[in-house]
């Protein structure tokens, strides 16, 4: 028996969660108009040599969305493959350790992605 | 009692194979995919930020029989998770969560999902085309 007020103030055995929660909601909100803007997007510059792609992409509206469909992606990633860990990995060590791994190589992909965009944007790429 | 021991469910060797079950497991299936297609993405913008030669190399690959079935299958994968991500949308504000509903809304995200992948491949060959 636990009191109305002990069952509002107790976490729970996992502690968190309802941040994960509604962060991927946030980031899959955000994805629905971003991922059909892109696809529509994308189907223009079919065949499209560099230089066409590079002006294209450092425009501001198409460099802003870009940027952001890139954050929000390799955020709902994150987030999503780390579900898919948890429910399949049940060692402790190997689960903490994959997490980690997809945690870092979103990251690292969402900083590559979004450098390069900006580098076409301000123009410096070769 | 080790957990090894304990009965899993479902059994999958008896388990009878529904709609709602086969669209759960596809969600996550094509969310695997997405996250792999990101890795795509990605090296596509830096090619094209590296300059000609790179973004040749990665305009090939996708351009190539793997190339190409991968984007389909990006793609397909895409329309799915987005269309059954919406239901699930939905699902989260507490509507449509009864059995005619679930049914109802998982057809429609089969038939969505087939529509626009057909309707980006036309739209996409015909901008190749041109």
């Known amino acids: 028996m636990r009191s109305p007020l002990g069952r509002a103030v107790g976490l729970g055995s996992a502690k968190e969660g309802v941040e994960h929660w509604w962060l991927q909601r946030i980031t899959a909100v955000a994805l629905v108009p971003l991922s059909l803007w892109f696809v529509t997007a994308i189907i223009r510059l079919v065949g499209a040599d560099v230089d066409t792609v590079g002006d294209w992409v450092g425009r501001p509206l198409p460099a802003i969305l870009l940027v952001l469909l890139l954050i929000a992606t390799f955020w709902h990633a994150a987030l999503g493959l780390q579900v898919v860990i948890e429910d399949y990995v049940h060692a402790e060590l190997t689960k903490l350790g994959l997490v980690i791994i997809v945690r870092l190589a979103c990251f690292a992909l969402a900083v590559a992605g979004i450098f390069a965009v900006l580098s076409m944007a301000v123009g410096m790429s070769s | ?130």
């Open chain 2, 1 to 130: 009692m080790r957990s090894a021991d304990r009965p899993l469910s479902p059994h999958l060797q008896i388990y009878r194979w529904q709609l709602t079950s086969v669209l759960s497991i596809l969600h996550r299936a094509a969310g695997l995919v997405l996250s792999a297609g990101a890795i795509l993405l990605v090296w596509w913008l830096v090619a094209a930020a590296s300059g000609p030669d790179a973004y040749d190399g990665v305009a090939d690959f996708l351009g190539s029989r793997l190339g190409l079935s991968l984007l389909f299958g990006w793609t397909l994968s895409l329309f799915y998770h987005l269309c059954n991500g919406i239901r699930h949308l939905v699902w989260d504000t507490a509507h449509g969560l009864d059995l005619k509903s679930t049914y109802i809304g998982g057809w429609l995200v089969v038939g969505a999902t087939g529509v626009l992948t057909l309707i980006a491949w036309i739209a996409g060959i015909s901008s190749w085309a041109s």
